[in-house]
Structure formats: C-alpha cells, structure tokens
C-alpha cells in the first residue's frame, strides 16, 4: 500500500511572518521557564513564590518537549511514525538509572558495596558485564545516547531496507517497546524486573531531591532543549530537511530521482532515537525511578498525540504539544482523574478529524 | 431356604471340578470361619480377601463396621442384607482381625463394582509393589471390561512381577513395563535395574521405549497448546483480517471490540440469572449478543469517524488509538475496574484424556473448535454471500463498484461492523480463559496485527497458518526460554522474516497487490 501522508501544505510565503512570529513568542516563553528555579528560592510568602512542585513538573515537561521534538522529526518531517518511541526514552532512563545504582554504593538497605540491592536480594554474586563502565558518568550518558541509536539503527535499517513503510512500520516500533517491555518486567535481565531502578542517591557529587539538584537539572533539561532544537532546525532548515519532506510526502519519486532515500531515513530515524534517549537520560534523575512500565506502547502513543495536537512537521508545535497536553494532563489528572483518559481519548479524535495541523495550524490561519 | 440353597451350592461346586468355578465354594467355605475364634476369623478373611471374589466386599465391609450378624445356632453369619433371625448377635472382632480385613478389603477393591475403587486399589497396588499381589491382580484382570483400569492393572501386575524371584516373570514384566509411556514404570524400571545387573541390557531399552513415548507424549501436548494458543491468535486476528487485512482499515480500537464482546458476555450471564433454565446455555447464547453488540458499536465508529480518514492510515491508528481508550475507560466507569468472570458450563469443564495419555483441557479443546468455526464462517460471509461479493467488489476497485449500483459507503459500514463483530465474538472465547477486565483487549492487539502482517495482509488462509505458526512456536520455545522471552523471540524472529517477505507468507498478488 502507499505510504502516502496527508501532509500540512509547506509554509506560504504569506505566513512566514505568522511562523516567525509563533516561533519568537515560544523561545521567550522557554528563556523565561529558566526563571523558576529563580523565583523557586524566593520567600515562600511572596507573590512570586513557585513550588518545588512547578518546578519539578516543569523539568519533567521539558523533558517530554525534547520527546516530542525527537517524534516531530521522524514524523512530522520524514513521515516516519515510529509508535516506539517511548522505549529510546526510556532506554537512555535506564543507562542513567544504572550509573545512579551505582552511585548508591553501600548505602543501599543490603549495605553492599558495589551490588544494587536488587542485586543482592536476587542472589547475584557479582555485577553481570554490561553493568561495567557505568559507574563512570561520561560512559552512562553515551550509553544514554548510542544504545538507544543503535538499537534504531538496527530497526530502521532492516525495515527501511526491505521498504517497510507507514502503518506497518508503526506497528512494528510498537511490537518493539511491546517487546522490550516483557523483558525488561523479567527479574533475570539484570535490571530489576518490575520494579525498576529508584532510591537514588546523588549524581555528579549533588544530593538528588534538594533545589540544587532540582535547579541543575531543570537547566540541563533546557539547554538539552534549547540544543535539540537548534540541531532539528539546522536539519529540517538544510537540504537533507527538504529531502526528508520529499520522502514524506512522495518517498518512490524521491528514490527515482537518484536519492539513497534509506539512508536519509536511517539518519533522521537514529538521531530522533539519540534525542529520545537524551530525554529520557535527564527524566529519569528528575522523577527518581525508572521501570519497565516507561516501556508500555501507550506511553510512546501519547507522545505521538502531543506532536498531533501541537502540529507536527513545525517544530514550535511539538514543544507548544508537548506543555499544552501535559498540563491538561497534571490538571486533569488532580481534578477529576477519572475524566483524563476520556480527554486524552477525545484529544486523539479531536485531533485527527478537526485539527490536522494542530494547534500551530489554528494560531497561524484563525478561523479555519 | 438360605441353607439349602448355600447346601446346593456346595453340591454343585463339588460335581464341577473346573478351577474358575472353584471360587464360589471356596467363598462360601471361608464364610463359617467368620464366627470360629479369633484365629480363625483372621485366617477366614485373609483366604476371603485373597479369593477375588467381589460377594466377599459387603460381607467383610459389614464385619468392619461390626454390622455382620452370627446365626444363633452358631452355624455361620447372616448374609448382608439380608433380614436378620431373631437373636442374632454382631459378630465381634479383635485388632488381628481388624489388621486383616483391612489388607483383605484393600485387595479386594481391586474387584469392587464400583470402577474408581478398582482403580484406586490397582493404582495403590502398582505402589505398594509386592510379588504377592501377583495372583490377585491377575484375577482381577480376567475379569476386567474397562481399557483404562485395565492398563493400570497390567502395569501394576507387571511391577509385582518385576519384583518376584522368577527370572522369567521378570523379563517378562520389564518388557511390559516398556511397552507403556508412565514416568512410574520409568522409575520401577531404573530402581529395579541395579537390584538385577542380568537384566540391565533389557532394562535399559525398556527404558528408551519408555522414553521415546514419553517425549512423542510431550510432544503431542505441546503441540495442543500450541494450537490452542493458536486458535486464541486467531479468534483475535480474524476480525482485524477483515477490518485491516481487507479494507485496510488500521484499528486500533480492535482488542475494545474484543473487551466489549466479553462483557457482552457478562451481561449474557447476568441476564440469564432469572432464567435457570437457560444459565447453562449462557455462553453460547453470549455469542450471537457479542457479535451484534461489538458491530453496532464497530458500525457506528466507521460511520462516525473512520469514514472521514479513510486514505490516512497513520490519522486513522491514532484516531481508532483514541476511540479505543474512550471506550476502556467508559467500560471501566461502567462496571468498575475489577474483573469480571463469565463461568464455564459443566460441559466446557475438565479434562479429556486421548488415546496415548495425552491429557487437553476441555475449554481450550472448545476454544480450537469455536475458532475453526468462527473462521469457516468469516469464509463462508466473504465467499457465499451477497455482502461478501459487494465487499470483494468495493475493496477491488471502489468506483467501478459504485458504478454497478453499489452503496460503497454502506457496504464500508457493514464490512467494518462485520470485523467488528467477529472480534466480539472472539471476546466471548477469551472470557473462558482470561480475566474480563477494561483492558482485556490490549494484551491481544499487538500479537494480531503481528497475525495479520505475518500471514499476509488480505489473506484469511495466512491469518490461519500464521496464528497456528506463531502459537506453536510459542509454545515450543517455552519449556526453554520461559514465556515471557518466548514471546520476545518471537516476536524478534516476526521482524526478521518480515524483512525475507514483507507482504507477508501468503502475499497477494497480481493487480490486487498495488491496491
């Protein structure tokens, strides 16, 4: 069947202003989430006093920003719906939950020097070989980013070789972290099984759950951010950008003009992986667990429909998607936590039948 | 009367010499010991018991209990059940006794009329392995009619024998021992093996014909289980070949319609309730409701929201995503979160034993029926039927069809409802062997589409080979790797071949191919 994608028409001339405009608002919006940690150490009594617990939300948030930016890339503009995003997330949690297992040393509740408490209580003698290296912070932050790239350079090369498109490629990313997920749940993979990796200490010398520790990682999370977001505009703004919308929109036309259209897949379908991992690598020390549940596929199809309500194939609509369906989400989920799963439902829908260009595609052209 | 007719007896056992028809004399020449003194009560029930004869159960049992009365002239005991002469008093025994009609009674089980004793005491006897019980279990199985307790006999004759002096009688009983497919004749056989180093050599090949049988056994039950995880794929895969496989449809609401077929069926049961009557039948009554229920659901679904993406498939998975989370949640706002169950009836309950000792459970024997079925009938709609030649006619080409007078959009509706239903049905089949809870569908959403894109999208034939394929497979990696990495492996192996064969094992061809 043909992967054709009904695709946003490419910007007019008449709304670049309009786009230029959005994008502009949205970075000041980012520069001035860089002041809460600020305002967090006010006086609790003033008025411009916010919680730890805005604070935390919102690094986790941007976290998800860097999600939805990673899933925007493959999707929005390679037309690649990968439905198993959610396990490169969770991947990079995982390596940065290893060195922060490590890290724990012997003030685990077993009091073993170098062996997790899981560890112990599961009767390892030793640490099994791919636990080497992670007690390093350099080596677990590039187990962060390469594992998750290989295992999509793995995925993507055998299904993009044997031309394995559109839903089929979907379904197969889910079967993926589906895959992932019954494996990780096993207590004899190494991992912890169901519960996971948590009670973490410190990482890099900071205690973990104190304002230092939130700050610091609130701006780790924004300058990966702001980062990811510069590298994906320098590739959607290149020529490989407009080759990844041809692919998109007329993938065999594209492959007869001459271009090696599985390796441009490949390279935008692993740097989205790399970014994922990246995500998930900065969540993780933020909410301070990491289980397999990271790896269920309904995670990895709610980030999908936060690009979906944002507007995919802009990169502003997968961070406006990202915080706008996040914060109905911790809203609704305080309020009337029945009710969320009927909103998230209702936003597919919404989303899909009244708003193919998203949000992005309502500011920029009211009234349609 | 009763005296005469025993005196009679007595003659007429005399005049015949014949040794089977010694028995009746025999046990009514034991009978008179009953009421000697306790020596010879003890000796009088050990010959009983060891006579075989099944007239001697009541009377020992009524001993037992001390319900067996003596006559008053003291000339023998009064015959259970029958009316006892004035003055007649219990006849009264002492611990020797007791220990007696206790061995007695479990030798003559074996003669019970009831069959589960018989087996019961053959089984025990197979345990206790005695060379004595020899004789007996070869009276017992002279007259032995059922297959069954009589296999249990002859491998229990065979292990009193393999204990026996009789050189012969051994070699004899190891090779009957081999001639069956027990774990306990195994373990009879290598225990017996260092007691006789002469007859290590016939013991050890007794013991691979054992083997080779215990695993073609094995074998034959995995490959059940197989199937019948298989036929579980497919009753969850055959409405998605219709809805995706045909139409192209991608649903991923498809395991809700699965979830709202099973409840369906919890509503069947509650409903029935009042009807005692009919409770029994709730199952196969629950199939025609879960069918309408989950297509007028699927029905409106197509009409309200598919039909405006069709030629989006990516819209429509997260579409059908979305719709599929309202409805678990309203099911769950519904009937709590909490899982149901939908109970079996009796006659979908227990095991069946075939022929070989393979054992298979009932329901899931059920399930591998109800899925072949529920498959012939999805052929039978697509093939023989109005609808089915207007759905092969819109899915080859939509506007020659409309041309030709057909409603596409109606015919969209029905093939979707169609799919839809099919799935509800399925939930009824998994209500048998999975919790009834909101998010029964999920767990069988990924393995189908798996099903479909393995056997090739379009095709029912490569739904039901790969289903059979993948379910087997399952099951025969288990034993090694577990279930979960099973799964994990499989599905593995599932990306790989698809890169061998993209369109799937039973790919289409020709111009319906590039539809």
């Known amino acids: 069947m043909s992967a054709t994608v009904a695709s946003p028409a490419p910007a007019r001339a008449g709304t670049a202003a309009a786009r230029n405009v959005l994008r502009w608002v949205l970075l000041g919006a980012v520069l001035l989430l860089a002041l809460l940690p600020v305002l967090n150490r006010l006086p609790a009594d003033s008025a411009l006093h916010v919680s730890d617990f805005v604070v935390s939300v919102t690094g986790k948030w941007i976290t998800y920003a860097i999600l939805a930016l990673a899933i925007d890339l493959a999707w929005g503009y390679a037309g690649i719906l990968s439905l198993g995003h959610g396990a490169f997330f969770a991947l990079g949690g995982y390596a940065i939950g290893m060195h922060l297992m490590r890290l724990i040393g012997p003030r685990g509740v077993y009091g073993h020097s170098t062996l997790p408490d899981f560890m112990v209580f599961l009767g390892y003698r030793e640490l099994p070989w791919y636990w080497l290296g992670f007690e390093h912070f350099p080596f677990a932050l590039l187990m962060a980013l390469a594992v998750p790239g290989l295992l999509a350079a793995m995925v993507g090369f055998l299904a993009f070789r044997s031309r394995i498109t559109g839903v089929y490629f979907s379904i197969i990313t889910q079967a993926m972290t589906y895959a992932l997920m019954l494996a990780f749940f096993r207590n004899d993979m190494g991992f912890g099984g169901n519960n996971g990796f948590t009670d973490f200490k410190e990482l890099l010398g900071i205690p973990l759950n104190t304002p230092n520790a939130r700050a610091a990682l609130f701006y780790a999370s924004l300058a990966a951010l702001l980062g990811a977001y510069w590298i994906c505009a320098r590739v959607v703004g290149s020529k490989l950008g407009r080759v990844l919308v041809a692919v998109r929109d007329a993938e065999s036309r594209v492959r007869f003009l001459g271009y090696d259209t599985t390796r441009v897949k490949l390279f935008v379908f692993v740097l989205s992986a790399v970014l994922a991992g990246l995500a998930g690598a900065l969540y993780v020390p933020q909410v301070g667990i990491i289980n397999p549940g990271e790896f269920s596929p309904g995670n990895s199809i709610e980030a999908v429909v936060w690009v979906a309500v944002g507007g995919r194939g802009t990169l502003v609509g997968a961070l406006l998607g990202a915080f706008s369906v996040n914060a109905l989400k911790t809203w609704l989920t305080s309020v009337a936590p029945d009710l969320w799963l009927f909103a998230l439902g209702g936003l597919f829908v919404a989303v899909t039948l009244f708003l193919p260009r998203g949000l992005v595609g309502v500011l920029r052209r009211p009234g349609t | ?515």
């Open chain 2, 1 to 515: 009367m009763a005296h005469l007719i025993q005196a009679a007896l007595l003659l007429l056992a005399f005049a015949l010499p014949a040794a089977a028809q010694q028995q009746p004399d025999a046990f009514d020449a034991a009978l008179p010991g009953l009421v000697g003194n306790f020596n010879q009560q003890a000796e009088a029930v050990e010959r009983l018991g060891a006579l075989g004869d099944p007239r001697a159960v009541p009377v020992l049992r009524a001993l037992s209990d001390g319900r067996l009365l003596k006559r008053p002239d003291g000339s023998g005991v009064v015959p259970p059940g029958e009316a006892a002469p004035p003055g007649a008093e219990a006849v009264r025994v002492n611990n020797r006794v007791r220990v007696a009609l206790r061995g007695a009674l479990g030798r003559l089980q074996l003669v019970s009329p009831e069959p589960g004793e018989r087996l019961a005491a053959a089984e025990a006897v197979f345990r206790s392995r005695d060379a004595a019980n020899a004789p007996l279990l070869e009276a017992a199985l002279a007259r032995e009619a059922v297959p069954r307790i009589r296999a249990q006999m002859e491998l229990s004759l065979a292990a009193s024998r393999l204990v026996a002096t009789d050189e012969d009688a051994k070699r004899a009983a190891v090779s009957a021992l081999g001639a069956t497919a027990s774990t306990d004749a195994r373990a009879l056989l290598l225990e017996a093996r260092a007691a006789n180093p002469g007859l290590s050599g016939a013991i050890d090949a007794a013991v691979a014909a054992i083997d080779r049988r215990l695993s073609l056994r094995r074998a034959a039950e995995t490959l059940f289980q197989g199937l019948s995880l298989g036929s579980v794929l497919l009753l969850a895969a055959l409405g998605l070949a219709v809805t995706f496989g045909v139409m192209g449809v991608i649903n991923m609401a498809h395991g809700e319609m699965v979830m709202i077929g099973a409840y369906t069926a919890v509503l069947v049961q509650e409903a029935l309730r009042n009807v005692p009557a009919l409770l029994p039948w709730s199952l196969p009554l629950s199939v025609p409701a879960a069918f309408a229920v989950a297509a007028l659901v699927g029905a409106l679904i197509e009409r309200g929201l598919i039909r405006h993406l069709y030629g989006r498939p990516l819209e429509t998975l997260l579409m059908t995503f979305g719709v599929g989370m309202i409805l678990q949640q309203a099911v769950r706002t519904l009937f709590g979160a909490q899982n149901r169950e939908v109970i079996s009836p009796a006659w979908m309950q227990g095991t069946l034993t075939l022929p070989g000792g393979v054992a298979v459970t009932q329901n899931r024997l059920w399930i591998i029926v109800f899925g072949v079925a529920v498959l012939l009938a999805v052929l039978a709609a697509i093939r023989l039927t109005r609808f089915g030649l207007e759905m092969r006619a819109v899915v080859q080409n939509r506007r020659i069809a409309a041309t030709m007078g057909i409603r596409t959009g109606r015919v969209d509706a029905l093939t979707f409802a169609f799919g839809s239903g099919v799935a509800g049905m399925a939930g009824v089949a998994l209500s048998q062997i999975d919790n009834v809870s909101p998010n029964l569908g999920t767990g069988y959403i990924i393995d189908s589409f798996m099903v479909v894109v393995f056997g090739g999208v379009g095709s029912l034939a490569g739904t039901l080979v790969g289903a059979m394929a993948l379910g087997v497979v399952n099951k025969v990696l288990e034993p090694w790797a577990g279930a979960v990495l099973a799964k994990v492996a499989v599905l593995v192996a599932l990306m790989l071949f698809i890169q061998r064969r993209p369109r799937g094992l039973f790919a289409l061809r020709g111009r319906a191919a590039d539809a």
